[in-house]
């Protein structure tokens, strides 16, 4: 990865919200929000109940903002989720969870903090989700050894309490040093991360919240939550996530700014609606919806099925009533890394930039090297080899002479056997493809937002995916195929799922 770029400071003038009495953030001030009901941040601000991870206990305030002296403090929170039930990422999330999966030679999680380090005054990152937490631990020790001024700590869910719920849950730990603002960012985006625009936005607009959103085509959009705003202030007016019928072609990138103050009463009120209405479930993520997931306590009385809240059904739509939520709109790429195949177009837009920022990291092209290109350093490259564009080796790999390799991933200890063909595929950790063998996947235009195709009638993955340690035997074919770990192709094979 690029070294990070330390972005210059925020020399926008702080805007004083302070209220026009001498309340001061250790007496109760009161929030007004203007549907009417008010909230005392003493009153949302009980301790929260982490059995895993032990939060302060301590009872902390809301900063009201232009309090907290001095420059503002900003965080950020990286949504990870969970070992979910869904299948989207398989057969890759088999062996390894999809945050720490590698495109263009980094963890994808690794992109989305590599952004927020860029905001020079951003000094307490947490990871929030319900994977264990031995998953992010030598993640977490490289962020502190490449970023020592950065604190980047693991906060576990004991369950999947949303993209909200675990915010609300970790709320002393996220208010601790009385942040004005932080950032959210769901984990599985691949974007440019314009974090240092949506301050300037916020700070331009008083705001109290920002998302970053970009135009789809309209058949896609509401596979996204859309948002309809007003050109000119760039004000939300309305949001809608997932909607059944077309109202918008902005959509949501999961990429957001809150301010505190805000947010928090906003998610303490979706809780109390939900404790009025306790037949309201939100599901914790769209992958638990895939997977038959009945929410936790459904069908017992522990409680926790209320704790499920998600910012895109449960809170932005109240924001968007409460008139200070704006949308930065990014021209940059956007993608989702949802299911495995959406691994390599989001190699591809990663490798693109750090082509563009010409990143030490790539190879240099040549002509057998077609940039951008990506090959760790211990991996071995047959000078006759031809790669690229869009290609990532990781450690290790082996790749054979005459081998031809374009818009896919190799990954680690994986060898490509002389004169083998790879295009539009992942081949999987220590697989193995035979002499002369062509994989392949089918190209799907780059802003095509969909990873799947129709083959002779039936829906298939558009890029073939190779599990951990398969064989392709010499000479084999294998077509927009997704192959469980551990198989041996023997034949050619097209259009099928190798279970
Ligand atoms: N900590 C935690 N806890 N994280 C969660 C949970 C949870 O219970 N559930 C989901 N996440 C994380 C996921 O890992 C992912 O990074 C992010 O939150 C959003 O995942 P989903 O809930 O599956 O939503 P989605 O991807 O279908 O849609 C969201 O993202 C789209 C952009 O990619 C919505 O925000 C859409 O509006 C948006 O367009």
Same mark, same amino acid.
């Given at each position: 990865?690029? &070294?990070?770029?330390?972005?210059? &400071?925020?020399?926008?003038?702080?805007?004083?919200?302070?209220?026009?009495?001498?309340?001061?953030?250790?007496?109760?001030?009161?929030?007004?929000?203007?549907?009417?009901?008010?909230?005392?941040?003493?009153?949302?601000?009980?301790?929260?109940?982490?059995?895993?991870?032990?939060?302060?206990?301590?009872?902390?305030?809301?900063?009201?903002?232009?309090?907290?002296?001095? &420059?503002?403090?900003?965080?950020?929170?990286?949504?990870?989720?969970?070992?979910?039930?869904?299948?989207?990422?398989?057969?890759?999330?088999?062996?390894?969870?999809?945050?720490?999966?590698?495109?263009?030679?980094?963890?994808?999680?690794?992109?989305?903090?590599?952004?927020?380090?860029?905001?020079?005054?951003?000094?307490?990152?947490?990871?929030?989700?319900?994977? $264990?937490?031995?998953?992010?631990?030598?993640?977490?020790?490289?962020?502190?050894?490449?970023?020592?001024?950065?604190?980047?700590?693991?906060?576990?869910?004991?369950?999947?309490?949303?993209?909200?719920?675990?915010?609300?849950?970790?709320?002393?730990?996220?208010?601790?040093?009385?942040?004005?603002?932080?950032?959210?960012?769901?984990? $599985?985006?691949?974007?440019?991360?314009?974090?240092?625009?949506?301050?300037?936005?916020?700070?331009?607009?008083?705001?109290?919240?920002?998302?970053?959103?970009?135009?789809?085509?309209?058949?896609?959009?509401?596979?996204?939550?859309?948002?309809?705003?007003?050109?000119?202030?760039?004000?939300?007016?309305?949001?809608?996530?997932?909607?059944?019928?077309?109202?918008?072609?902005?959509?949501?990138?999961?990429?957001?700014?809150?301010?505190?103050?805000?947010?928090?009463?906003?998610?303490?009120?979706?809780?109390?609606?939900?404790?009025?209405?306790?037949?309201?479930?939100?599901?914790?993520?769209?992958?638990?919806?895939?997977?038959?997931?009945?929410? *936790?306590?459904?069908?017992?009385?522990?409680?926790?099925?209320?704790?499920?809240?998600?910012?895109?059904?449960?809170?932005?739509?109240?924001? *968007?009533?409460?008139?200070?939520?704006?949308?930065?709109?990014?021209?940059?790429?956007?993608?989702?890394?949802?299911?495995?195949?959406?691994?390599?177009?989001? %190699?591809?837009?990663?490798?693109?930039?750090?082509?563009?920022?010409?990143?030490?990291?790539?190879?240099?092209?040549?002509?057998?090297?077609?940039?951008?290109?990506?090959?760790?350093?211990?991996?071995?490259?047959?000078?006759?080899?031809?790669?690229?564009?869009?290609?990532?080796?990781?450690?290790?790999?082996?790749?054979?002479?005459?081998?031809?390799?374009?818009?896919?991933?190799?990954?680690? $200890?994986?060898?490509?056997?002389?004169? &083998?063909?790879?295009?539009?595929?992942?081949?999987?950790?220590?697989?193995?493809?035979?002499?002369?063998?062509?994989?392949?996947?089918?190209?799907?235009?780059?802003?095509?937002?969909?990873?799947?195709?129709?083959?002779?009638?039936?829906?298939?993955?558009?890029?073939?995916?190779?599990?951990?340690?398969?064989?392709?035997?010499?000479?084999?074919?294998?077509? %927009?195929?997704?192959?469980?770990?551990?198989?041996?192709?023997?034949?050619?094979?097209?259009?099928?799922?190798?279970?």
């Amino acid at each position: 990865m690029e &070294a990070p770029v330390r972005t210059r &400071a925020l020399l926008l003038a702080k805007t004083d919200h302070s209220p026009p009495d001498d309340s001061t953030p250790e007496q109760p001030c009161l929030i007004f929000r203007p549907d009417s009901h008010t909230i005392s941040p003493r009153e949302i601000l009980q301790p929260s109940s982490s059995t895993h991870t032990a939060p302060s206990t301590m009872s902390l305030q809301i900063p009201m903002r232009g309090k907290s002296g001095g &420059a503002p403090v900003t965080k950020a929170v990286i949504l990870v989720g969970g070992p979910s039930r869904g299948t989207r990422f398989r057969p890759l999330s088999l062996d390894l969870p999809k945050p720490l999966f590698e495109v263009a030679g980094h963890p994808i999680i690794e992109h989305c903090f590599a952004a927020i380090a860029r905001v020079q005054e951003i000094r307490e990152v947490f990871i929030v989700g319900y994977y $264990d937490e031995s998953v992010f631990r030598d993640f977490i020790k490289d962020c502190s050894r490449t970023h020592p001024h950065i604190s980047v700590k693991y906060l576990r869910e004991y369950q999947a309490l949303g993209t909200a719920g675990g915010l609300y849950h970790f709320r002393d730990a996220i208010l601790k040093g009385r942040p004005d603002r932080f950032f959210v960012l769901n984990a $599985d985006v691949c974007c440019s991360f314009p974090l240092e625009q949506m301050l300037r936005l916020f700070e331009e607009k008083d705001a109290e919240a920002i998302i970053l959103g970009t135009r789809v085509p309209n058949d896609s959009a509401t596979n996204f939550g859309c948002i309809v705003s007003d050109a000119h202030s760039k004000r939300v007016l309305h949001y809608v996530e997932k909607p059944e019928s077309h109202i918008s072609n902005l959509i949501n990138c999961g990429v957001y700014l809150f301010a505190t103050e805000a947010i928090f009463p906003s998610i303490k009120s979706a809780i109390k609606r939900r404790a009025d209405r306790p037949r309201l479930v939100s599901y914790p993520s769209s992958d638990a919806l895939d997977s038959q997931y009945t929410p *936790a306590g459904d069908d017992d009385d522990d409680g926790t099925k209320n704790e499920v809240i998600r910012l895109e059904q449960d809170i932005l739509s109240d924001l *968007a009533d409460s008139r200070q939520f704006f949308v930065l709109e990014t021209k940059d790429f956007w993608r989702q890394i949802k299911t495995a195949g959406s691994a390599v177009p989001a %190699n591809a837009l990663y490798l693109t930039k750090a082509f563009q920022q010409q990143s030490e990291e790539l190879a240099k092209p040549s002509a057998n090297i077609l940039p951008p290109v990506y090959i760790h350093p211990s991996a071995q490259i047959d000078p006759t080899a031809k790669l690229g564009p869009n290609v990532s080796i990781g450690p290790r790999a082996v790749i054979g002479a005459g081998v031809r390799i374009k818009e896919s991933i190799v990954l680690e $200890d994986a060898e490509i056997r002389h004169d &083998a063909c790879v295009l539009y595929s992942i081949i999987g950790w220590n697989s193995r493809i035979g002499a002369w063998a062509r994989v392949e996947g089918t190209p799907t235009p780059i802003r095509e937002h969909s990873t799947s195709v129709v083959k002779n009638g039936v829906k298939v993955q558009s890029i073939t995916i190779l599990g951990k340690e398969c064989a392709v035997a010499d000479e084999v074919r294998v077509q %927009n195929c997704v192959c469980l770990p551990y198989k041996e192709l023997k034949r050619d094979v097209a259009n099928e799922v190798i279970m």
